[in-house]
Nanobody, 124 residues
Framework: QVQLVESGGGLVQAGGSVRLSCAASGRSFNTYAMGWFRQAPGKDREFVSTISPGGKSTDYADSVRGRFTISRDNAERTVFLQMNSLKPEDTAIYYC?????????????????WGQGTQVTVSS
């Protein structure tokens, strides 16, 4: 069993930056692919980014590529999402997820564990 706890959300002005963290419990963190998803009010949950267990492979949604960076520290069992040049349309609850298969994927259904989410609000 893995528990995920996100932190770092808040209110930021457009053009600003926020760094989200997701701390994981459990021994096998370095075997899990990790992902970030987000859900805006009235919209479906959508893929943001994913990173492979070793951190060498990443993927991003087109809407965030070039502005967001995913990284991980396996020794600290933490995954990060650095979000720069934020836009009002980035406003959402951000969730981190862990996948036992170790394959980074854009599909939420393929992740096994989820955090409770952290709110990011970008004001214009």
């Amino acid at each position: 069993q893995v528990q995920l706890v996100e932190s770092g959300g808040g209110l930021v002005q457009a053009g600003g930056s926020v760094r989200l963290s997701c701390a994981a419990s459990g021994r096998s963190f370095n075997t899990y692919a990790m992902g970030w998803f987000r859900q805006a009010p009235g919209k479906d949950r959508e893929f943001v980014s994913t990173i492979s267990p070793g951190g060498k492979s990443t993927d991003y949604a087109d809407s965030v590529r070039g502005r967001f960076t995913i990284s991980r520290d396996n020794a600290e069992r933490t995954v990060f999402l650095q979000m720069n040049s934020l836009k009002p349309e980035d406003t959402a609850i951000y969730y981190c997820a862990a996948g036992r298969s170790g394959r980074g994927t854009r599909y939420a259904s393929l992740y096994d564990y989820w955090g409770q989410g952290t709110q990011v609000t970008v004001s214009s």
